[in-house]
C-alpha cells in the first residue's frame, strides 16, 4: 500500500516522463519503426512474404546438429535447416499453382519400396522376406514410445515421411516441368544449320599478349566502377574486412624446465609427510614400484597407462635405440614427445609378429557386444565346445560352418578375418582377448577365445617374421604456460587493444613490439571461419553488429586446433549490401578482363590499313586462313576457341575487310571468303528431338530459377 500510495503522490511526474519519451518517438521516427516492427524480431527471414519463425527454426539447428552426431559446425547446421527450409517454402507456392498434390498412400508406397526398409532384418518374416505388417508394428510402437514420453525415435520417423513427401512432390513438379520443355522444327533446323554451314576466312590476328601487362594496368577505381555498373552480374553483399594480432599462450623455457623436473621427480622414492600417519612415510617411484595401475593414477599422469607392445618405429626416433638398448626395470627419460615431458619403464621384452592373418566361428550370446542372440552364456559355450570338435583339424569343415553361422563382414569368406597389422590389434577399437591371441601364439594354432563379442573359434594362418618388442609403463606430464605466463600473455593483448582504443593503427604497434599482423578480406556476414583462426563466428558475428564501425576493436579469447588464445581484432574495411565489393575471386574474373581491354585500344591503333596485306605489314604479323569452320565449334588453328570471331565470320559479306574484332586471345580484322550453306533436308525432327533431350537435361537449373526469382530476406547473420 505504501508503495501504492507513492506512485500517485508522483502521477504527474510520471505522466511527464511518459510524455518526453513518447515525444522522443516522434523526434525520432526509427524509433517508432523499430517499435512496430518488433515483431519482426523472431523471424529468421521471409520468402515470399512467409515468415521462417526463429523458434522453430532453432529447433530445426539442434535437431540436425543431434543426427550429425556433433560433426556438424553451429553454422553448417544453421546452412543446411536454411536451405531446406527455403526450397521446401519455394517448391510449396509452386505445388500449390501446379494442383501437385502427394498422398499417404503415395507416401507409404515410396517408403516401403526403400532399400533399407526392404532389407532391414526388423521387417522380414520367418523365410526371410520383407512383411509389410512388421513395419507397420514397428511405427506403432513408436507411436506408443513417444505417447510415453520417449519422443526420439517418433520424431525421426516424421521427419523421414516428410523428406520422402518433400522428395515426391519435387519429382512430380520437375517431371512436369519436363514435359514442358520443347523446341519447334524450325530450332531443330536452326542447330542443324549451325552444326553443318562451314565458312573459310582470312584474318589478321594481334595477341594481347603482344602488349606488356604494365600498358594495360587497371586501377582499383576502375575495377569499383566496372562492379559497380555490372551489379547484377557481381551481386554485392555486405563484407567486413579485418586485421589482428593473435597471441597464442604457449610454455616459457622456465615452464618447461619445470615440466621436465617434476617428472623427473617421479623416478626414484620420494619421502612425503602423510596427515594419515601422521609421519612421513616413502612413495615408490617408477623405478621400484609394482603396482604400475596405482602409480599412474594415484599420482594423476597426464596419460592413461598403454598395455600394447612397441616395435622400435613406434617409438619417438630420439629415444627408441635408447629404450632398445635398455634392460627390463630400467627407466628413460625425461625425454620430450607430442607436448609431453615422459618416462617410462621397460617392463617386458619379447618377440612377436608385425602382422597376422586368422580366421575365426563365432557364437555369440545375450548381453555380447553387437548381440541379437537370445541364448545363454551357458549355451553359447556348449555349442561351440562342439563345434570346436569338428573344425580342429578339419579345415573344409572350419569354413563350411563359419560360411553357415556367422553374422559378421566373414560370413560367405569361410570366417576370414584377413591380416591384421599390430598396431590395430593393440588398438582400442580391437578386441584386446582376440588380440592377445593371435599374437601370443604361433601360425596354426587353434582355440576357444572367450570376448566382448561371444565365443570365438580362433585359427591362426599366417604371421609375418618376429621383431623385437617392448611393453613399457610411461608417466607423463603435459608441457602447459603456467599462471605467471598466461598472465604475461593476456596483459600484451590487453596493452595492444588498449592503445587500439585509443586511435592508434594496428600496423604501427605491431612493428613496435614486433607482432605479425594478419587480415581477413571481405568476409560475408554468414562466414563462420577467418584465416588463420579457423571457426570463429563470434568474431565474424561482432563484426557485423548493426553498431559497429570502422576502426573499432576488441580482444577476442580463441581456441585454435585445441591450443589458447587470444586474438585482437581491428574492423580495416566495411562495404554494405549493394556497395561495391572487390574480393580476390573477383579480381581473378575482372582484371584480365579489363587488362585485355585497355590493350586491344592500344592493338586497334597499330592495325591500320584498307587491306589484311596493309594490316598486317603495319603490326608486323601475317595473314592467316581458317577453313570448314563452324558457328557450333568456333575453333581457329592455330588460335583457340574464339565464339566472337566465328559469329562474326556468319554475318560477314564475302570478301569484304571487317572492322576490328576483339576476342577472347586478341583482336581481329577478317575477310570471309567462302560460305559453304548446309544441304536442306527434308525433316529436322532428329535435329528438334537433340534439342529437347539437352534442355530436359537442364532441369536441374530448376530450383536456382524458381529460388533467383523468389523474394528471400535473410536475417540468419542476425541471430547466429
Do not use: C
Not at 4 to 22: E, H, N, P, Q, Y
Amino acid at each position: 500500500m505504501a508503495i501504492l500510495s507513492k506512485i500517485r503522490d508522483r502521477s504527474m511526474f510520471l505522466i511527464l516522463i511518459v510524455g518526453l519519451a513518447l515525444f522522443s518517438f516522434v523526434l525520432n521516427p526509427r524509433s517508432i519503426q523499430k517499435f512496430f516492427n518488433s515483431s519482426k524480431s523472431n523471424s529468421i527471414g521471409q520468402v515470399n512474404g512467409e515468415d521462417i519463425g526463429r523458434e522453430e527454426f532453432a529447433q530445426q539447428v539442434e535437431t540436425y546438429k543431434s543426427k550429425s552426431g556433433g560433426r556438424a559446425t553451429q553454422m553448417q547446421a544453421v546452412n543446411a535447416v536454411w536451405n531446406s527450409i527455403l526450397g521446401e517454402k519455394i517448391f510449396q507456392s509452386q505445388l500449390e499453382k501446379a494442383g501437385i498434390v502427394v498422398g499417404e498412400k503415395d507416401i507409404w508406397e515410396a517408403m516401403v519400396a526403400l532399400p533399407e526398409i526392404q532389407n532391414s532384418p526388423l521387417f522380414k518374416n520367418e523365410i526371410n522376406l520383407f512383411d509389410e505388417e512388421k513395419l507397420k508394428e514397428y511405427i506403432a510402437n513408436m507411436k506408443d514410445e513417444a505417447d510415453a514420453g520417449n519422443t526420439k525415435a517418433w520424431t525421426n520417423w516424421l521427419a523421414t515421411e516428410k523428406s520422402i513427401k518433400q522428395n515426391l512432390e519435387r519429382q512430380a513438379y520437375s517431371s512436369l516441368v519436363a514435359v514442358g520443355l520443347g523446341a519447334s522444327l524450325e530450332e531443330g533446323k536452326r542447330d542443324y544449320i549451325f552444326d553443318n554451314t562451314k565458312m573459310d576466312a582470312k584474318y589478321v590476328f594481334v595477341p594481347y599478349s603482344t602488349i606488356p601487362d604494365s600498358l594495360g594496368y587497371v586501377s582499383k577505381g576502375e575495377i569499383k566502377e566496372y562492379i559497380s555498373e555490372n551489379s547484377k552480374r557481381f551481386k554485392p553483399e555486405a563484407t567486413r574486412s579485418l586485421k589482428y594480432v593473435k597471441f597464442d599462450i604457449v610454455p616459457s623455457e622456465k615452464d618447461d624446465a619445470e615440466v621436465k623436473s617434476i617428472v623427473e621427480g617421479f623416478i626414484t622414492d620420494r619421502e612425503e609427510y602423510s596427515n594419515a600417519a601422521k609421519n612421513t612415510v616413502k612413495i615408490a617411484g617408477l623405478k621400484n614400484t609394482t603396482d604400475y595401475e596405482a602409480f599412474i593414477n594415484d599420482n594423476k599422469s597426464d596419460l592413461a597407462i598403454d598395455n600394447s607392445y612397441k616395435f622400435k618405429n613406434q617409438l619417438p626416433a630420439t629415444i627408441s635405440t635408447t629404450i632398445f638398448e635398455a634392460s627390463v626395470g630400467d627407466v628413460v627419460g625425461a625425454y620430450k614427445d607430442n607436448g609431453y615431458y615422459k618416462i617410462s619403464k621397460i617392463i617386458e621384452t619379447r618377440k612377436l609378429p608385425d602382422s597376422v592373418k586368422s580366421s575365426h566361428i563365432i557364437v555369440p550370446y545375450a548381453g555380447t557386444t553387437r548381440s541379437t542372440s537370445t541364448r545363454t552364456r551357458e549355451e553359447a559355450k556348449k555349442t561351440i565346445d562342439s563345434i570346436f570338435a569338428l573344425v580342429k583339424h578339419n579345415k573344409a569343415k572350419f569354413t563350411q560352418i563359419a560360411n553357415k553361422i556367422n553374422t559378421d563382414g566373414t560370413k560367405g569368406k569361410g570366417g576370414d578375418i584377413g591380416w591384421v597389422r599390430k598396431d590395430q590389434a593393440f588398438s582400442p577399437g580391437f578386441d584386446k582377448d582376440f588380440a592377445n591371441f593371435i599374437y601370443k601364439n604361433k601360425a596354426g594354432s587353434i582355440d576357444v577365445v572367450e570376448t566382448a563379442f561371444g565365443f570365438h573359434i580362433i585359427r591362426i594362418d599366417e604371421q609375418t617374421k618376429y621383431q623385437d618388442v617392448v611393453k613399457l609403463v610411461t608417466f607423463a606430464r603435459v608441457i602447459e604456460a603456467s599462471e605467471e605466463t598466461e598472465n604475461t600473455i593476456f596483459e600484451q593483448a590487453e596493452t595492444l587493444a588498449s592503445n587500439l582504443s585509443e586511435g592508434k593503427k594496428i600496423d604501427d604497434l605491431a612493428t613496435e613490439s614486433n607482432y605479425k599482423v594478419k587480415s581477413a578480406v571481405n568476409l560475408k556476414g554468414l562466414a563462420e571461419s577467418i584465416p588463420g583462426l579457423n571457426n570463429q563466428r563470434q568474431i565474424v558475428k561482432w563484426a557485423f553488429n548493426s553498431e559497429r564501425e570502422l576502426n573499432d576493436s576488441k580482444r577476442f579469447d580463441v581456441d585454435v586446433a585445441g591450443k589458447r588464445g587470444y586474438a585482437v581484432v581491428v574492423v580495416n574495411g566495411m562495404t554494405e549490401e549493394g556497395g561495391v565489393v572487390i574480393s580476390s575471386d573477383i579480381l581473378l574474373n575482372i582484371r584480365p578482363e579489363l587488362i585485355n581491354k585497355k590493350k586491344a585500344a592500344l592493338i586497334k591503333k597499330t592495325m591500320k590499313g584498307a587491306t589484311l596485306e596493309e594490316i598486317a605489314k603495319n603490326t608486323s604479323t601475317t595473314i592467316r586462313t581458317t577453313s570448314q569452320v563452324t558457328l557450333s565449334s568456333p575453333l581457329l588453328s592455330g588460335v583457340g576457341n574464339e565464339p566472337a570471331i566465328v559469329g562474326a565470320i556468319s554475318t560477314l559479306k564475302l570478301n569484304e575487310v571487317s572492322d576490328k574484332i576483339e576476342g577472347a586471345k586478341g583482336v581481329f580484322v577478317v575477310v570471309v571468303t567462302k560460305r559453304e550453306p548446309s544441304v536442306e533436308l527434308e525433316n529436322y525432327e532428329t535435329f528438334r528431338n537433340k534439342k529437347v533431350t539437352m534442355l530436359k537435361g537442364r532441369s536441374y537449373q530448376l530450383y536456382q530459377a524458381l529460388q533467383d526469382a523468389a523474394e528471400v530476406i535473410d536475417n540468419r547473420s542476425k541471430f547466429y
